[in-house]
């Protein structure tokens, strides 16, 4: 846990990063969005490796004028190629209170929740070559950044820097976790289980209630799918999309 109750991060200016790096975990962050008019903002919450073919998961909060909702936008990035965006709106008001952003990464699947409900999963799918981060350690890494060039309206909305400074709080962050050090894991292998009842997270998948839950969120909120963008993959969609 973080030795602080609150962290505020603002625009212009400030992000944070873990000190450690993990390969595979479950990260819950909580946190409070931009209130009121943040166009052209981006809140990012997400894990990353290094390097040019560097993998990534991702929670961004994409900013609007004020009454509209926030945009949650999603990705998964596997040896430096991404393009696999999933949105949702959110069914309550992210700016009025503290809600749990949570990251699943095990060697089965990544899972996106938020407040405990799965949005969004993202299975190993190497037998089909389909590439999954399994290889890299990641650092968690967050930050408030403009982007009025795509994030509000696909750009036509800009950032209005009279309102600023724009802040978005975070608390609660919790990891449970394979800590990588001197290229050693906390968890022994990373290709079995680890042997503590704590670490259960390691083969946890989606139970048929959550799998309700994720239907249910993809039914009500989800509101872009790449899986079906067929005029974004003239060539064919990806092959995972096959499966979802």
């Known amino acids: 846990m973080l030795g602080i109750r609150v962290l505020r991060v603002s625009l212009p200016g400030s992000g944070f990063q873990s000190r450690k790096e993990?390969?595979?975990?479950?990260?819950?962050?909580?946190?409070?969005?931009?209130?009121?008019?943040?166009?052209?903002?981006?809140?990012?919450?997400?894990?990353?490796?290094?390097?040019?073919?560097?993998?990534?998961?991702d929670f961004e909060f994409l900013g609007n004028l004020s009454g509209d909702p926030y945009i949650l936008?999603?990705?998964?990035?596997?040896?430096?190629?991404?393009?696999?965006?999933?949105?949702?709106?959110?069914?309550?008001?992210?700016?009025?209170d503290f809600h749990t952003y949570s990251i699943l990464w095990n060697p089965q699947r990544?899972?996106?929740?938020?407040?405990?409900?799965?949005?969004?999963?993202?299975?190993?799918?190497?037998?089909?070559?389909?590439?999954?981060?399994k290889n890299q350690p990641m650092r968690i890494y967050s930050s408030l950044w403009n982007a009025d060039d795509w994030a509000t309206r696909g750009g036509l909305v800009k950032t209005d820097w009279a309102l600023a400074p724009f802040t978005a709080s975070y608390r609660n962050f919790n990891a449970e976790a394979c800590v990588l050090s001197n290229g050693a894991s906390s968890c022994g292998t990373t290709t079995s289980p680890p042997a503590s009842t704590s670490?259960?997270?390691?083969?946890?998948?989606?139970?048929?209630?959550?799998?309700?839950?994720?239907?249910?969120?993809?039914?009500?909120?989800?509101?872009?799918?790449?899986?079906?963008?067929?005029?974004?993959?003239?060539?064919?969609?990806?092959?995972?999309?096959s499966m979802s």
């Open 22 to 57: 993990y390969l595979f975990g479950k990260i819950d962050m909580q946190l409070k969005l931009v209130p009121g008019n943040s166009a052209g903002t981006v809140t990012a919450y997400y894990l990353s490796s290094k390097g040019s073919a560097w993998d990534e998961i």
């Open 110 to 133: 990544i899972v996106f929740s938020v407040d405990g409900t799965p949005i969004r999963e993202f299975k190993n799918l190497e037998s089909m070559g389909v590439p999954f981060p």
């Open 199 to 241: 670490n259960a997270w390691f083969s946890e998948e989606l139970d048929s209630t959550r799998q309700e839950r994720l239907k249910w969120v993809r039914e009500n909120y989800m509101v872009y799918n790449y899986c079906k963008d067929v005029n974004r993959f003239p060539q064919g969609l990806p092959p995972e999309c």
């Open 73 to 96: 936008h999603t990705n998964v990035f596997s040896q430096g190629k991404g393009n696999r965006e999933q949105q949702f709106y959110l069914w309550f008001d992210p700016t009025a």
